[in-house]
């Protein structure tokens, strides 16, 4: 847990992706929840190839990901201790059950661009999710309403959960 996720497939770091052969040409099938969903292709690589981590290094930052975390423990943030972030949950619903533990009201999951972790990665964006099933992660509303219920996160009050 806590680990970056599972990468289905390699991204090259210069963008070029040509597509999974477990996809290409198999017709419809569901992409997972977790791990690759996608490459950012040559052209937006071009405007950032890289990101910093916090120890001044450089990582590719090739990798889309779908909406759900691979869960978070003290290990990825000191402020949880003992506390864990359950693998399975969207970036909004695990940022909000991270802000409800004492120490950790401050911390963000997610970059000013959408990103984070080593393998660096960014995540679909699941405003599109919100319209319905047919968005990139195709995970259903109804399920995510009741994730955060059961987590006692009140999405309509709270506008960055919205």
């Given at each position: 847990m806590g680990g970056g996720g599972n990468p289905h497939f390699e991204c090259p770091d210069a963008g070029g992706f040509?597509?999974?052969?477990?996809y290409?040409?198999?017709?419809?099938?569901?992409?997972?929840?977790?791990?690759?969903v996608g490459?950012?292709?040559?052209?937006?690589?071009?405007?950032?190839?890289?990101?910093e981590n916090?120890?001044?290094g450089t990582r590719p930052a090739t990798n889309i990901y779908g909406p759900m975390e691979a869960g978070f423990t003290s290990e990825n943030h000191e402020c949880l201790g003992d506390a864990v972030v359950p693998a399975g949950m969207d970036t909004r619903l695990a940022e909000a059950m991270l802000h409800a533990i004492d120490g950790c009201e401050?911390?963000?999951?997610?970059?000013?661009?959408?990103g984070h972790a080593t393998p660096y990665h960014y995540h679909e964006n699941?405003?599109?999710?919100l319209q319905g099933p047919e968005g990139l992660g195709g995970v259903g509303v109804v399920?995510?309403?009741?994730?955060?219920?059961e987590a006692g996160v009140d999405q309509l009050s709270d506008p960055r959960l919205r």
């Open positions: 040509a597509g999974d052969s477990d290409i040409g198999k017709g419809l099938k569901p992409i997972p929840v977790r791990g690759n490459c950012v292709d040559a052209g937006p690589l071009a405007t950032r190839p890289t990101v916090r120890r001044g401050d911390r963000e999951i997610l970059d000013f661009c959408g699941d405003d599109d999710e399920r995510r309403a009741e994730i955060r219920a």
